[in-house]
Structures are given as C-alpha cells and as structure tokens.
C-alpha cells in the first residue's frame, strides 16, 4: 500500500526565512504526489502536484516542491515566507488506480513576524 | 472554476441521530469522496463513489453509508450519531477521465459536533 508521512506536525518560520516542509513517500511504482494547503476553517486547496513530467515542480503563491526518486522525498519549499502562509499543509499520494488518495497528518506552519 | 459545494459549515446533533451531509459538485465528475479529518490523523477516506449508484469503501466505512442518486450529489449518512464521529468532514470530487495524475477538488467542510 502507498503512504505519505510528513516529518515534523509543527514548523514555525520567522517572516522572510526560507519554509521547508518534508514529505516521504512509500510507493512500489512511480507515484503521482500532491501538495494541498488549508487554511483554518476551509477546505483544501492543492498547491502542486508531481505527475513525472518534471522533478521540480513550481506551484501557487511562490511554493515548489522537487521529486527525488533516490530520497523517496518530495519536500515543499517557499524561498521567503509570507504572513499569509500561516496554514495546514498535506501531502498526497495517488494509488496506481487514482480512487484513492493518501494523505500524510498534515504539518501546520506558523509565521513569526 | 470547480466548485465543491457542502451543505452546511456546522452541524450540531444529539446521539442517536440520523444525520445527513450532502455535497454538490458542478463539474460533472465521475468521482466523489468523503473523508473525515481528526487532529494527528490527517484526512481519512470513508467511501468513494466512481458513477452514479457506484460505492466503495474507503479505509474507515464503519457507522457511515452513502447514496450517489445523480451524478453531482453525493450524501454521506450516519445512520445513529455517536460521538466519537464528531470531526470535521471534508467532500473532494475529481474526473475520472486523466486516471490517476486528476487533482481532488474539496469543499469547505462540515464540522459535526455529536453530543
């Protein structure tokens, strides 16, 4: 079975400094991998999404997140972070069918200004 | 745009109740999903519909069943509340056409409190 785990649930950034939030992936054949955000009290929004046709993949609101095969990683990053990327963020995996996706516990990011 | 539609924000209901949460979406895809997010769970998937009358379970399909009687609706029941299903529940749709690189598209989410 696919899965997606999110190293850290917690992340604080001063404003300005760079974001990094990790996701590994566990998958037998090549994955499709998403990145989703949420902000409080709505639903999620996707940010990026990896589907082989590139290793970095650039998303909305400056965010970008590079698939690496040897790592089983693909790690979302924002060179300088923003107020307004204060928020929940998810990694997903699809499954070789696409019914499903599977989806890390999430890492909320908090902004120091 | 895709527009992911849930009936209500906040719902608040007694044990023992049949409860219903419905989801509309307006891009006529094939594909419906229900998930119940819980802190330090991330989103879980309760059941998946791929057409119309179509249903699977998803990983935690215990105390919950669905109807899909048209395309664009798909409605999530607990048929007697508990309150270990309080939680916030999040409805995604995605067309089947691309296969497995489609995106989900979610909706707002209902947050249900059982008391």
């Known amino acids: 079975a696919q899965s997606v785990t999110q190293l850290g649930s917690h992340v604080s950034v001063s404003e300005g400094a760079l974001v990094l939030l990790r996701c590994n992936y566990s998958?037998?054949?090549?994955?499709?991998l998403f990145w989703y955000v949420q902000y409080p009290n709505q639903g999620l929004q996707l940010l990026l999404k990896y589907t082989s046709a590139a290793t970095l993949v650039k998303g909305i609101n400056g965010f970008e997140a590079e698939f690496k095969k040897s790592e089983t990683s693909f790690h979302l990053t924002k060179p300088s972070a923003h107020m307004s990327d204060a928020a929940e963020y998810f990694c997903?995996?699809?499954?070789?069918?696409?019914?499903?996706?599977?989806f890390g516990t999430g890492t909320s990011l908090t902004v120091i200004p | 745009d895709v527009k992911v539609t849930q009936s209500s924000r906040y719902l608040v209901k007694r044990t023992g109740e049949k409860v219903f949460l419905e989801c509309v979406q307006d891009m006529d895809h094939e594909n419906m999903f229900w998930y119940r997010q819980d802190p330090g769970l991330g989103l879980r998937l309760i059941y998946f519909s791929y057409d119309v009358k179509m249903k699977e379970k998803g990983d935690i399909p215990e105390g919950y069943s669905v109807s899909r009687e048209k395309k664009e609706r798909f409605s999530l029941i607990l048929e007697s509340a508990s309150t270990n299903q309080t939680s916030m529940y999040l409805c995604?749709?995605?067309?089947?056409?691309?296969?497995?690189?489609?995106?989900?598209?979610f909706g707002p989410g209902t947050r249900l409190l059982v008391l």
């Open positions: 998958s037998s054949v090549p994955p499709y």
């Open positions: 995604a749709s995605r067309s089947g056409l691309a296969g497995v690189r489609e995106t989900q598209y």
């Open positions: 997903a995996v699809s499954s070789n069918t696409g019914n499903q996706f599977y």
